[in-house]
Protein backbone atom coordinates (compact mmCIF):
# COMPACT_ATOMS: atom_id res chain seq x y z
CA UNK A 1 0.00 0.00 0.00
CA UNK A 2 1.71 3.77 -1.13
CA UNK A 3 2.13 6.13 1.22
CA UNK A 4 -0.94 8.77 1.82
CA UNK A 5 -0.21 12.02 0.06
CA UNK A 6 0.84 14.70 1.92
CA UNK A 7 2.68 13.24 4.67
CA UNK A 8 5.27 15.06 6.20
CA UNK A 9 9.32 14.28 6.77
CA UNK A 10 9.59 11.30 9.28
CA UNK A 11 11.21 12.99 11.94
CA UNK A 12 7.80 14.90 12.00
CA UNK A 13 5.77 12.14 11.48
CA UNK A 14 6.88 10.43 14.53
CA UNK A 15 6.31 13.33 16.48
CA UNK A 16 2.85 14.19 15.06
CA UNK A 17 2.03 10.65 15.70
CA UNK A 18 3.59 10.80 19.75
CA UNK A 19 1.22 13.80 19.97
CA UNK A 20 -1.52 12.11 19.16
CA UNK A 21 -0.99 8.94 21.24
CA UNK A 22 -0.53 11.72 24.29
CA UNK A 23 -3.67 12.84 23.49
CA UNK A 24 -5.04 9.56 23.95
CA UNK A 25 -3.75 9.24 27.45
CA UNK A 26 -6.12 12.23 28.62
CA UNK A 27 -9.19 12.06 30.69
CA UNK A 28 -10.04 10.50 33.83
CA UNK A 29 -10.94 6.78 31.88
CA UNK A 30 -8.12 4.35 31.51
CA UNK A 31 -6.30 4.61 28.40
CA UNK A 32 -5.17 1.90 26.22
CA UNK A 33 -1.98 4.20 25.06
CA UNK A 34 -1.10 3.86 28.39
CA UNK A 35 -0.91 0.49 28.96
CA UNK A 36 0.39 -0.77 25.76
CA UNK A 37 3.46 1.84 26.97
CA UNK A 38 3.49 -0.98 29.19
CA UNK A 39 4.42 -3.60 26.86
CA UNK A 40 6.93 -4.00 23.78
CA UNK A 41 4.59 -3.48 21.26
CA UNK A 42 5.54 -1.13 18.54
CA UNK A 43 3.18 1.70 19.37
CA UNK A 44 4.83 4.09 17.04
CA UNK A 45 3.46 2.23 14.04
CA UNK A 46 -0.14 2.41 15.47
CA UNK A 47 0.50 6.06 15.96
CA UNK A 48 1.95 6.76 12.48
CA UNK A 49 -1.24 4.77 10.88
CA UNK A 50 -3.77 7.12 13.43
CA UNK A 51 -1.85 10.32 11.83
CA UNK A 52 -2.13 9.19 8.10
CA UNK A 53 -5.73 8.05 8.56
CA UNK A 54 -4.28 4.72 6.55
CA UNK A 55 -3.40 1.60 8.18
CA UNK A 56 0.23 1.14 8.60
CA UNK A 57 0.12 -2.82 8.48
CA UNK A 58 0.75 -4.78 5.87
CA UNK A 59 0.84 -8.55 5.17
CA UNK A 60 3.50 -10.51 6.26
CA UNK A 61 4.65 -14.52 6.81
CA UNK A 62 6.51 -15.78 9.43
CA UNK A 63 6.98 -19.62 9.21
CA UNK A 64 6.95 -21.75 12.55
CA UNK A 65 8.36 -24.87 12.25
CA UNK A 66 5.40 -27.84 12.95
CA UNK A 67 2.73 -25.28 13.20
CA UNK A 68 0.77 -25.19 10.56
CA UNK A 69 -2.42 -22.90 11.53
CA UNK A 70 -3.05 -19.98 14.36
CA UNK A 71 0.15 -17.93 13.31
CA UNK A 72 -0.66 -14.29 12.00
CA UNK A 73 1.85 -11.49 11.18
CA UNK A 74 2.04 -8.45 9.38
CA UNK A 75 4.99 -5.70 9.13
CA UNK A 76 4.99 -1.71 8.86
CA UNK A 77 4.49 -0.36 5.90
CA UNK A 78 8.03 1.45 3.96
CA UNK A 79 6.71 4.84 4.94
CA UNK A 80 6.60 4.19 8.45
CA UNK A 81 9.40 5.34 10.04
CA UNK A 82 11.81 2.91 12.23
CA UNK A 83 9.24 -0.13 10.88
CA UNK A 84 8.29 -2.52 13.05
CA UNK A 85 6.30 -5.94 13.30
CA UNK A 86 3.27 -7.85 14.86
CA UNK A 87 3.26 -11.72 14.81
CA UNK A 88 0.21 -13.09 16.74
CA UNK A 89 -0.51 -16.60 18.30
CA UNK A 90 -3.74 -18.00 18.82
CA UNK A 91 -4.24 -20.01 21.70
CA UNK A 92 -6.46 -22.32 22.26
CA UNK A 93 -9.13 -21.29 25.25
CA UNK A 94 -11.19 -23.75 27.36
CA UNK A 95 -15.16 -23.93 26.78
CA UNK A 96 -17.19 -20.92 28.41
CA UNK A 97 -13.65 -18.96 28.64
CA UNK A 98 -13.61 -20.35 31.93
CA UNK A 99 -9.64 -19.65 32.89
CA UNK A 100 -7.98 -21.16 36.00
CA UNK A 101 -5.39 -18.80 37.93
CA UNK A 102 -2.26 -20.71 37.57
CA UNK A 103 -3.06 -21.24 33.98
CA UNK A 104 -3.72 -17.35 33.59
CA UNK A 105 -0.71 -16.88 35.49
CA UNK A 106 1.78 -19.01 33.47
CA UNK A 107 0.19 -17.28 30.16
CA UNK A 108 1.51 -14.44 31.47
CA UNK A 109 4.80 -15.24 32.22
CA UNK A 110 5.12 -17.26 28.42
CA UNK A 111 4.20 -13.04 27.66
CA UNK A 112 6.21 -11.23 29.38
CA UNK A 113 9.49 -13.67 28.73
CA UNK A 114 8.85 -14.65 25.27
CA UNK A 115 6.19 -12.08 24.11
CA UNK A 116 5.68 -8.31 24.05
CA UNK A 117 3.97 -8.67 27.59
CA UNK A 118 0.71 -8.55 25.72
CA UNK A 119 -2.52 -10.66 26.02
CA UNK A 120 -5.29 -9.68 23.99
CA UNK A 121 -9.22 -11.20 23.99
CA UNK A 122 -10.76 -12.16 21.30
CA UNK A 123 -14.57 -10.49 21.60
CA UNK A 124 -16.37 -13.13 19.89
CA UNK A 125 -14.65 -16.25 20.29
CA UNK A 126 -12.95 -15.70 23.52
CA UNK A 127 -9.55 -17.07 22.12
CA UNK A 128 -6.44 -15.78 23.94
CA UNK A 129 -4.20 -14.30 21.33
CA UNK A 130 -0.18 -13.50 21.82
CA UNK A 131 2.02 -10.77 20.50
CA UNK A 132 5.02 -11.66 19.99
CA UNK A 133 8.41 -11.29 17.81
CA UNK A 134 9.49 -13.59 14.81
CA UNK A 135 12.38 -14.48 16.86
CA UNK A 136 10.70 -16.37 19.99
CA UNK A 137 7.94 -17.89 17.78
CA UNK A 138 9.16 -21.58 18.04
CA UNK A 139 10.57 -21.32 21.47
CA UNK A 140 7.02 -19.76 22.74
CA UNK A 141 4.91 -22.74 20.62
CA UNK A 142 7.09 -25.42 23.18
CA UNK A 143 6.27 -22.92 25.93
CA UNK A 144 2.82 -22.99 25.16
CA UNK A 145 2.64 -26.94 24.79
CA UNK A 146 4.53 -27.14 28.37
CA UNK A 147 1.38 -25.79 30.22
CA UNK A 148 -0.92 -28.30 28.61
CA UNK A 149 -2.35 -25.47 25.43
CA UNK A 150 -0.80 -25.41 21.66
CA UNK A 151 -1.44 -23.14 19.07
CA UNK A 152 -4.08 -22.77 16.80
CA UNK A 153 -7.22 -21.78 14.98
CA UNK A 154 -6.77 -19.81 11.67
CA UNK A 155 -6.36 -19.42 8.37
CA UNK A 156 -9.00 -22.38 5.93
CA UNK A 157 -9.58 -23.95 9.30
CA UNK A 158 -11.85 -25.26 11.74
CA UNK A 159 -11.81 -22.09 14.35
CA UNK A 160 -11.84 -22.09 17.79
CA UNK A 161 -14.83 -23.44 18.75
CA UNK A 162 -16.84 -20.98 21.14
CA UNK A 163 -19.28 -22.03 23.93
CA UNK A 164 -21.83 -19.40 26.26
CA UNK A 165 -21.54 -20.32 29.75
CA UNK A 166 -24.11 -22.69 30.00
CA UNK A 167 -25.58 -24.31 32.96
CA UNK A 168 -22.21 -22.98 35.02
CA UNK A 169 -23.74 -19.48 35.74
CA UNK A 170 -26.97 -19.29 33.31
CA UNK A 171 -30.29 -20.24 34.61
CA UNK A 172 -31.53 -20.07 31.17
CA UNK A 173 -28.96 -22.85 29.99
CA UNK A 174 -31.05 -25.80 28.42
CA UNK A 175 -28.22 -28.02 27.73
CA UNK A 176 -24.11 -28.58 28.91
CA UNK A 177 -22.76 -26.04 26.34
CA UNK A 178 -19.41 -26.87 28.32
CA UNK A 179 -20.22 -30.91 27.90
CA UNK A 180 -20.59 -30.35 24.14
CA UNK A 181 -17.85 -28.03 23.51
CA UNK A 182 -15.52 -30.88 25.29
CA UNK A 183 -16.99 -33.56 23.36
CA UNK A 184 -15.63 -31.96 20.08
CA UNK A 185 -12.38 -31.23 21.10
CA UNK A 186 -12.17 -35.21 22.52
CA UNK A 187 -12.73 -35.88 18.56
CA UNK A 188 -9.41 -36.49 16.62
CA UNK A 189 -11.18 -34.96 13.41
CA UNK A 190 -11.75 -32.01 15.22
CA UNK A 191 -8.17 -31.09 16.40
CA UNK A 192 -6.94 -32.50 13.41
CA UNK A 193 -8.55 -30.04 11.31
CA UNK A 194 -8.58 -26.92 13.34
CA UNK A 195 -4.48 -27.13 12.97
CA UNK A 196 -4.44 -27.64 9.42
CA UNK A 197 -5.86 -25.92 7.06
CA UNK A 198 -7.62 -27.51 3.80
CA UNK A 199 -11.12 -26.32 3.63
CA UNK A 200 -12.62 -24.01 1.23
CA UNK A 201 -12.97 -21.32 3.43
CA UNK A 202 -12.80 -21.20 7.34
CA UNK A 203 -15.38 -22.82 9.48
CA UNK A 204 -16.96 -21.72 12.55
CA UNK A 205 -18.84 -24.50 15.55
CA UNK A 206 -20.55 -22.51 18.23
CA UNK A 207 -22.73 -23.67 21.19
CA UNK A 208 -25.48 -21.59 22.57
CA UNK A 209 -27.46 -22.67 25.71
CA UNK A 210 -30.59 -20.65 25.05
CA UNK A 211 -32.04 -18.63 22.01
CA UNK A 212 -30.85 -15.55 23.32
CA UNK A 213 -27.97 -17.18 21.44
CA UNK A 214 -25.10 -15.34 23.68
CA UNK A 215 -21.99 -17.30 21.61
CA UNK A 216 -23.67 -16.26 18.29
CA UNK A 217 -24.41 -19.64 17.31
CA UNK A 218 -26.85 -18.43 14.41
CA UNK A 219 -24.15 -17.02 12.96
CA UNK A 220 -21.72 -20.23 13.13
CA UNK A 221 -21.25 -22.21 10.22
CA UNK A 222 -22.75 -24.82 12.14
CA UNK A 223 -24.26 -23.64 15.34
CA UNK A 224 -26.46 -25.35 17.99
CA UNK A 225 -29.05 -23.77 20.18
CA UNK A 226 -31.40 -24.80 22.77
CA UNK A 227 -34.53 -24.47 22.28
CA UNK A 228 -37.76 -26.16 23.79
CA UNK A 229 -40.55 -27.52 21.57
CA UNK A 230 -44.20 -25.71 22.25
CA UNK A 231 -45.08 -23.04 24.92
CA UNK A 232 -42.94 -21.45 27.89
CA UNK A 233 -43.99 -23.13 31.00
CA UNK A 234 -46.60 -20.52 33.02
CA UNK A 235 -46.59 -20.52 36.70
CA UNK A 236 -50.16 -18.44 36.67
CA UNK A 237 -50.01 -18.21 41.07
CA UNK A 238 -46.25 -16.96 40.50
CA UNK A 239 -47.38 -14.24 37.84
CA UNK A 240 -50.61 -12.77 39.59
CA UNK A 241 -47.98 -12.49 42.64
CA UNK A 242 -45.81 -10.27 40.19
CA UNK A 243 -48.44 -8.32 38.50
CA UNK A 244 -50.03 -7.55 41.50
CA UNK A 245 -46.43 -6.08 42.55
CA UNK A 246 -45.74 -4.10 39.94
CA UNK A 247 -42.85 -6.28 38.56
CA UNK A 248 -44.86 -7.42 35.45
CA UNK A 249 -47.01 -5.48 33.21
CA UNK A 250 -48.89 -8.57 31.64
CA UNK A 251 -50.57 -5.92 28.87
CA UNK A 252 -46.95 -4.46 27.80
CA UNK A 253 -46.05 -8.31 27.85
CA UNK A 254 -48.54 -9.21 25.33
CA UNK A 255 -47.90 -6.71 22.68
CA UNK A 256 -43.77 -7.31 22.99
CA UNK A 257 -44.88 -11.13 22.28
CA UNK A 258 -43.09 -10.54 18.34
CA UNK A 259 -45.59 -13.60 17.08
CA UNK A 260 -48.75 -12.44 18.92
CA UNK A 261 -48.37 -15.80 20.96
CA UNK A 262 -49.11 -14.35 23.99
CA UNK A 263 -53.20 -13.28 25.56
CA UNK A 264 -53.80 -11.91 28.50
CA UNK A 265 -57.31 -12.38 30.18
CA UNK A 266 -57.85 -9.57 32.85
CA UNK A 267 -60.89 -11.04 34.12
CA UNK A 268 -59.21 -14.56 35.25
CA UNK A 269 -55.38 -12.91 35.79
CA UNK A 270 -54.35 -15.68 33.20
CA UNK A 271 -51.68 -15.54 30.92
CA UNK A 272 -52.24 -18.52 28.17
CA UNK A 273 -49.45 -18.75 25.31
CA UNK A 274 -49.96 -20.09 22.34
CA UNK A 275 -47.06 -22.42 21.72
CA UNK A 276 -47.58 -23.07 17.89
CA UNK A 277 -47.15 -19.34 17.51
CA UNK A 278 -44.15 -19.34 20.05
CA UNK A 279 -40.84 -17.95 17.88
CA UNK A 280 -38.81 -18.52 21.30
CA UNK A 281 -37.51 -15.20 21.31
CA UNK A 282 -37.25 -15.35 25.11
CA UNK A 283 -38.88 -12.14 25.91
CA UNK A 284 -41.69 -13.27 28.83
CA UNK A 285 -39.01 -15.47 30.04
CA UNK A 286 -36.88 -12.69 30.73
CA UNK A 287 -38.96 -10.47 31.70
CA UNK A 288 -40.96 -12.32 34.08
CA UNK A 289 -38.71 -15.10 35.37
CA UNK A 290 -38.96 -17.78 37.01
CA UNK A 291 -43.22 -17.21 36.45
CA UNK A 292 -42.59 -18.09 32.90
CA UNK A 293 -40.03 -20.35 32.30
CA UNK A 294 -39.03 -22.58 29.49
CA UNK A 295 -41.11 -25.60 28.39
CA UNK A 296 -39.28 -29.11 29.75
CA UNK A 297 -39.45 -30.64 26.03
CA UNK A 298 -35.71 -29.48 25.84
CA UNK A 299 -34.10 -29.91 22.18
CA UNK A 300 -30.98 -28.35 20.75
CA UNK A 301 -32.21 -26.66 17.64
CA UNK A 302 -29.20 -27.26 14.67
CA UNK A 303 -28.28 -24.32 12.55
CA UNK A 304 -25.91 -23.53 9.84
CA UNK A 305 -24.33 -21.77 6.69
CA UNK A 306 -24.58 -18.53 8.90
CA UNK A 307 -21.40 -16.21 9.01
CA UNK A 308 -20.85 -12.29 9.16
CA UNK A 309 -19.17 -12.02 5.90
CA UNK A 310 -19.09 -14.18 2.43
CA UNK A 311 -19.79 -14.15 -1.55
CA UNK A 312 -23.20 -13.32 -0.89
CA UNK A 313 -23.23 -11.79 2.05
CA UNK A 314 -24.09 -11.64 6.10
CA UNK A 315 -26.35 -14.03 6.84
CA UNK A 316 -28.04 -15.86 9.64
CA UNK A 317 -28.14 -19.84 9.72
CA UNK A 318 -30.69 -22.22 8.02
CA UNK A 319 -32.56 -24.62 11.05
CA UNK A 320 -32.62 -27.67 9.45
CA UNK A 321 -33.68 -29.67 12.74
CA UNK A 322 -33.29 -31.14 16.60
CA UNK A 323 -30.77 -33.16 18.20
CA UNK A 324 -31.16 -33.75 22.24
CA UNK A 325 -29.41 -32.88 25.03
CA UNK A 326 -27.39 -35.80 25.49
CA UNK A 327 -26.22 -36.07 21.63
CA UNK A 328 -23.09 -34.48 21.69
CA UNK A 329 -21.32 -37.21 19.85
CA UNK A 330 -23.61 -37.41 17.38
CA UNK A 331 -23.57 -33.52 16.81
CA UNK A 332 -19.91 -34.53 16.03
CA UNK A 333 -20.77 -36.86 13.34
CA UNK A 334 -23.29 -34.51 11.80
CA UNK A 335 -21.12 -31.62 11.44
CA UNK A 336 -18.45 -34.11 9.29
CA UNK A 337 -22.01 -34.22 7.44
CA UNK A 338 -22.11 -30.86 6.86
CA UNK A 339 -18.66 -30.17 5.81
CA UNK A 340 -18.31 -33.05 3.57
CA UNK A 341 -19.98 -31.71 0.51
CA UNK A 342 -18.92 -28.57 0.72
CA UNK A 343 -15.14 -29.51 1.61
CA UNK A 344 -15.69 -31.53 -1.81
CA UNK A 345 -17.33 -29.11 -4.27
CA UNK A 346 -17.18 -25.60 -2.77
CA UNK A 347 -15.28 -22.91 -5.09
CA UNK A 348 -12.26 -21.06 -2.84
CA UNK A 349 -13.51 -18.59 -0.32
CA UNK A 350 -16.74 -19.90 -0.31
CA UNK A 351 -17.91 -20.32 3.14
CA UNK A 352 -20.87 -22.65 3.63
CA UNK A 353 -23.79 -20.81 3.63
CA UNK A 354 -22.36 -19.18 0.52
CA UNK A 355 -21.88 -23.12 -1.15
CA UNK A 356 -25.53 -23.79 0.20
CA UNK A 357 -27.44 -20.72 -1.13
CA UNK A 358 -25.18 -22.02 -4.54
CA UNK A 359 -26.66 -25.41 -4.64
CA UNK A 360 -29.89 -25.15 -2.32
CA UNK A 361 -30.31 -26.30 0.97
CA UNK A 362 -32.69 -29.10 -0.38
CA UNK A 363 -29.78 -30.76 -2.45
CA UNK A 364 -27.22 -29.77 0.10
CA UNK A 365 -29.33 -31.80 2.89
CA UNK A 366 -29.62 -34.49 0.59
CA UNK A 367 -25.51 -34.38 -0.79
CA UNK A 368 -24.75 -34.45 3.10
CA UNK A 369 -27.00 -37.58 4.03
CA UNK A 370 -28.82 -35.38 6.77
CA UNK A 371 -31.84 -36.69 8.46
CA UNK A 372 -32.73 -35.39 11.83
CA UNK A 373 -36.01 -34.61 14.21
CA UNK A 374 -38.14 -31.90 13.03
CA UNK A 375 -36.54 -31.13 9.90
CA UNK A 376 -39.26 -28.83 7.85
CA UNK A 377 -41.39 -30.47 5.50
CA UNK A 378 -39.54 -28.03 2.57
CA UNK A 379 -36.33 -26.80 3.70
CA UNK A 380 -36.31 -24.30 0.90
CA UNK A 381 -36.95 -20.65 1.77
CA UNK A 382 -38.06 -17.19 0.40
CA UNK A 383 -35.69 -14.57 -0.06
CA UNK A 384 -37.04 -12.49 2.73
CA UNK A 385 -36.88 -15.60 5.36
CA UNK A 386 -32.71 -15.62 5.10
CA UNK A 387 -31.96 -12.55 7.27
CA UNK A 388 -29.44 -9.94 6.12
CA UNK A 389 -28.50 -12.29 3.04
CA UNK A 390 -27.69 -10.21 -0.36
CA UNK A 391 -29.81 -12.41 -3.20
CA UNK A 392 -27.76 -13.81 -6.04
CA UNK A 393 -28.31 -12.47 -9.57
CA UNK A 394 -30.17 -14.53 -10.44
CA UNK A 395 -33.29 -13.71 -7.86
CA UNK A 396 -32.35 -10.00 -8.29
CA UNK A 397 -32.84 -10.22 -11.82
CA UNK A 398 -36.51 -12.15 -11.16
CA UNK A 399 -37.90 -9.57 -9.16
CA UNK A 400 -36.89 -6.74 -10.97
CA UNK A 401 -38.84 -7.56 -14.07
CA UNK A 402 -41.43 -9.10 -11.65
CA UNK A 403 -41.54 -4.81 -10.34
CA UNK A 404 -41.67 -3.70 -13.96
CA UNK A 405 -44.31 -5.93 -14.69
CA UNK A 406 -46.51 -4.36 -11.57
CA UNK A 407 -45.86 -1.09 -12.84
CA UNK A 408 -48.63 -0.77 -15.46
CA UNK A 409 -51.38 -2.52 -13.08
CA UNK A 410 -50.82 0.06 -10.11
Avoid at 107 to 112: D, E, G, L, P, V
Avoid at 286 to 291: C, K, L, N
Wanted: glycine letters at 10%; aromatic letters at 8%; hydrophobic letters at 40%.
Amino acid sequence: MSAPPGLPPKEELLSKAEEVLKELEKGPWPSHVTELRKTRYPLHVYGVGLVARKSPWGPAAVKVEYVNTGVLSRWARDWVPGGGSEVHFRVFHTPGKFLRSDFVRKITKISRELGVGLIELVGQTGALVLNLTPETAETMVDALREIGTDVGGSGDAIRALNACVGPALCEFALYDTLKWYAEFHKDKRVNDNIVTPNYPYKFKIKFSGCPMDCARAARGDIGFIGVWVGAPEVDQELLRKKVEAGEVDPARLAANCPSGAITWDPEKKELKIDGTRCKKSMHCIRTAYPAIKPGKNRKVAVVIGGGSKGRFGPKLGWFIGYLNPDQARDAVDLTFKVIGPWESEAQPKYRLGDYVMHVGLDKFIEKAGIKLEGMPVSTAKNPDEVPYAVLPKEVREKFLQFAEQLKGRV
